[in-house]
């Protein structure tokens, strides 16, 4: 239900990184905690999500997560695995769940992809099934045959998450443009069958549309995904800023007001908000086709909601609403 930024700020240097518009250097006050932990009690929260930038060069980073771990949340961190190594021993010792965003060689310098090699090793050794690999696909041709050996040389969760990279509003990542979607969801459907070949299971996160493949591709994977292959998160997990201030999904952090966290502060109607705010653009999906299509809505939310207002910058959205 939460994702916790704790920084923004960040050591890798993704270039579809979707919440580059936040990455404005702060990070979260451990005076800040005891409140945040309250909020997740309230509304029934087991695991704490912990994300940054890189949560991980937090210089209090392990103190949240003992926080967490004391007040029976189970800190789950989304991290790029370029940590130090007294970071890594640490982690090895403590009862957590991660997430590794993983990119394919190109990406890397020399220096960091043997950080990333080292790191990944140990991950392997000490937390093994704890860890989940996901990539994501931002351009044709990605050389994802370098991710593949990585699984190969692991012992991670055998659960893969394959991501679209989605697009902030200023445009100022990188990320497949329309006529590239084919051809991406070509390259994903043959990733998808090399790993199945391997033992491991793809799981789709947000973003992912159903025309992405052609129906025989469909058929093909439909049954060997994990989850629905097209779903929607964009106001479902509500983003909480080191400041403590809360957007939807962090794509979407700044089309919106932020609205601060309080003890008092009411999800339920943060998130009828957003979806009042935003039901013109889901009506819309990605694209114009999305309406005629007889997927749509059924079993596909028409892709990622950023990506919409993009292509829809037209429509105009509600900036009032009661949260009494």
Do not use: W
């Amino acid at each position: 239900m939460f994702s916790l930024l704790v920084n923004t700020y960040c050591n890798g240097a993704c270039p579809y990184c979707f919440a580059k518009s936040s990455m404005n250097g702060k990070q979260l006050d451990l005076s800040n905690l005891d409140l945040l932990v309250r909020v997740y009690k309230k509304y029934n929260q087991k695991v704490a999500g912990v994300f940054g930038g890189e949560p991980t060069l937090h210089p209090d980073f392990l103190d949240i997560i003992q926080k967490f771990s004391q007040n029976e949340l189970l800190p789950v961190v989304y991290s790029n695995a370029l940590m130090e190594a007294e970071i890594l021993a640490e982690l090895a010792k403590t009862e957590i769940r991660m997430v590794l965003n993983i990119n394919t060689r190109d990406v890397y310098s020399n220096e960091k992809y043997e950080l990333l090699l080292k790191n990944l090793h140990v991950l392997s050794q000490t937390l093994g099934r704890k860890v989940r690999i996901g990539v994501n696909f931002y351009k044709p041709g990605q050389d994802i045959e370098s991710i593949l050996d990585i699984l190969k040389t692991t012992n991670f969760d055998y659960h893969v998450r394959i991501g679209l990279a989605s697009p902030i509003l200023d445009e100022t990542n990188s990320y497949a443009r329309e006529e590239d979607i084919p051809q991406l969801g070509y390259e994903i459907y043959e990733f998808i069958k090399k790993i199945l070949a391997r033992g491991y299971i793809p799981f789709f996160d947000c973003g992912i549309r159903l025309c992405m493949f052609n129906e025989s591709q469909l058929e093909d994977i439909r049954y060997d995904i994990a989850g629905s292959i097209s779903h929607s998160a964009c106001y479902r997990m509500f983003t909480i800023f080191p400041d403590l201030t809360i957007s939807p999904c962090i794509t979407l952090a700044d089309y919106i007001k932020k609205l601060n966290l309080e003890e008092t502060t009411n999800f339920k109607k943060i998130y009828q908000f957003y979806e009042s705010t935003f039901a013109k653009y889901t009506a819309l999906g990605n694209l114009e086709k999305c309406r005629k299509c007889h997927y749509f809505q059924k079993i596909c939310t028409g892709g990622c909601l950023s990506r919409t207002i993009i292509n829809h910058r037209h429509v105009e959205v509600q900036e009032e609403f009661d949260f009494g």
